[in-house]
């Protein structure tokens, strides 16, 4: 079983639509909860991130994450067309060496699209 | 605030050549991770400097080496390159105090033929 799951979709919905993206993770170490968004021949972009269980409110994006369960989300009101990209979930364990060091995990993304 | 910058963009090689990647961070951060994207296995963490010190390794072979200047910048090299190698290779920056704020570069296309 990876450390990361993430369901690499694609998904397709109509502009305006609410998208649901989610991930689900084994390792109980990870503290730190993040969301990338990729554009094509692009390097990810930090969208969000999280620490606690709870939401987290940005604009027309809420991350939500569910320690308990391990399970993070990742929702965006209002769809818009730009909003098409490649999703990453990722997060952050203490590494071996400590001194404050952090090592990022990766879901492997879910591919959104939203139509016009 | 310039982003994180990689040179160069895109790079063919052939089996068995060497390769060396340029990345420049956010002025200020002082951590630089690199990466290596493929659409089987995704991003996969490499190795993380910090002051110019290795902080934290990836589980990838001894091939893939790399150093940071006293100025941050960073670079990786991978030697004896094989097919399996062509990836998009990512440089993300950091102020150092933690991994979750990570600033991504655009990355180098490596193609290894």
């Known amino acids: 079983q990876k450390e990361v799951e993430q369901d690499p979709g694609p998904l397709s919905v109509p502009e305006g639509a609410v998208v649901s993206l989610n991930c689900t993770y084994s390792?109980?170490?990870?503290?730190?909860f993040m969301w990338y968004r990729q554009y094509s021949r692009k390097g990810p972009e930090l969208l969000m991130y999280?620490?606690?269980?709870g939401n987290k409110e940005d604009g027309r994006f809420t991350a939500q994450v569910d320690k308990s369960s391990k399970y993070i989300s990742l929702f965006i009101r209002d769809s818009q067309p730009s909003d098409s990209a490649t999703y990453l979930c990722?997060?952050?364990?203490?590494?071996?060496?400590?001194?404050?060091?952090?090592?990022?995990?990766f879901g492997k993304g879910t591919k959104l699209s939203v139509i016009p | 605030k310039a982003g994180v910058t990689q040179t160069p963009r895109y790079l063919i090689k052939t089996r068995g050549q060497q390769v060396t990647l340029s990345c420049s961070p956010i002025?200020?951060?002082?951590?630089v991770s690199w990466y290596q994207q493929t659409p089987g296995q995704g991003l996969q963490f490499l190795f993380e400097?910090?002051?110019?010190?290795?902080?934290n390794k990836g589980n990838f072979p001894g091939r893939f080496s790399g150093r940071q200047f006293s100025n941050s910048r960073s670079e990786m090299n991978v030697s004896t390159l094989e097919l399996g190698d062509s990836a998009l290779y990512l440089c993300?920056?950091?102020?150092?105090?933690?991994?979750?704020?990570?600033?991504f570069g655009p990355g180098t296309r490596l193609t290894v033929l």
């Open positions: 993300a920056s950091s102020k150092g105090q933690g991994a979750y704020e990570q600033f």
């Open positions: 390792n109980s170490a990870f503290q730190y």
């Open positions: 999280t620490y606690s269980s």
């Open positions: 990722a997060m952050s364990v203490p590494s071996y060496s400590g001194a404050g060091s952090y090592q990022l995990t």
């Open positions: 002025s200020g951060h002082r951590s």
């Open positions: 400097y910090f002051s110019e010190t290795q902080r």
